[in-house]
């Protein structure tokens, strides 16, 4: 099969032939057909999240499966599929009390008994998350996808399984906005517009989007927001105003220290920061202390929509069936996997709000 492989930080993926293993006893096999491109990503191109190299990117994809493991009885071949990060063990405290996205024991990994993988021959390639999903083909962890509904178009689908997940799940899910709220949004990449669109799904009565790319803005409206705002030092002040005050949410959904802060910032009393964007590792930005206690303010994370994605994915894709959720609009141009690191400039330009890879059927 042809992977984009990554082989040394901050340079060009290459296009090369490997080969997958036959699935395991607890693995499925997945024709791959769309493939988004993720900022997340992109943090283990630049080396903010190192991976160990070479390594198969991609992580949100929908496609068909082609075969199961022996002991795999919840998918066939032939099902249409959506595949997620957030796979899980099934026994620990998280996974039993129904947040199965923050399991701590993921069965990402090929046992060791077991050969790699993705192989070359000489070679053993990471499998990015347990996924690999810049390939024509992915051998995953059966607690990595999902069937959804008939007539979800496939080259759409791939996009509920990271950013919509991701931004709709924070508001619905993470956050459970309240309608009639005020919501602010730090960064309107493609999760950021999920978030504004999940916050719009709540019902909240005002929604402002934030961005230093003023380009981004038409998009934001287009998902739900009612007002824009240019990032920077004086975002801060500017929702304040626009808000009477603060809003009741805020969230941030870029991953830098600054725009955490910022975010922050922006809350009225007894609002709810939630952080959604993912920092490089190591990042820490500064609380302060009595602002929290004073104005009974609330601090949270939200990890792939905080739900199991078995149940939301096949949600938001009837959703979209059914006219209520935007996805088409998010999709600002389908790519061959051969130009994914021309994808990937244009998404650091801030050009487009996500790439997605077809690949011929
Ligand atoms: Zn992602
Ligand atoms: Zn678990």
Known sequence: MKAAVLREIKAPLTIEELSLAAPGPDEVRV???????????????SGDFPVPMPAVLGHEAAGVVEAVGSDVTEFKKGDEVV???SQYCGHCRECLDGHNNVCGNKPTNRPAEQPARITNGS??????????????????????????P?????????LLGCAVLTGVGAA????QVRPGSTVVVVGCGGVGLNVIQGAKLCGAARIIAVDVNERKFDLARV?????????????????????GGGADYAFEVIGLTQTQEQALGMLRRLGTLMIVGM??????????????????????????????FQIAIPEYAQLYLDGKLKLDEMISQNIRLEDINDGYAKMMAGDVARSVIVFDS
């Open 31 to 45: 024709r791959v057909v769309s493939s988004g491109l993720c900022h997340s990503d992109y943090h283990s191109i």
């Open 83 to 85: 595949t997620c990060v």
């Open 150 to 158: 008939e007539g979800m178009p496939l080259e759409k689908a791939g």
């Open 172 to 175: 619905l899910n993470g956050a």
């Open 279 to 308: 920092a490089p590792a190591g990042s820490q930005f500064k609380v302060p202390g009595v602002m929290m206690m004073a104005l009974q303010l609330q601090i949270r994370g939200s990890l792939m929509g905080s739900v199991p």
């Open 223 to 243: 998902f739900g927001a009612t007002d824009c705002v240019k990032g920077g030092p004086d975002a801060v002040a500017e929702v304040r105003e626009l808000t």
């Open 123 to 148: 070679e053993v390639f990471t499998q990015y998350a347990g996924l690999g999903a810049f390939a024509e083909e992915m051998l995953i962890h059966r607690t990595g996808l999902t069937k959804i």
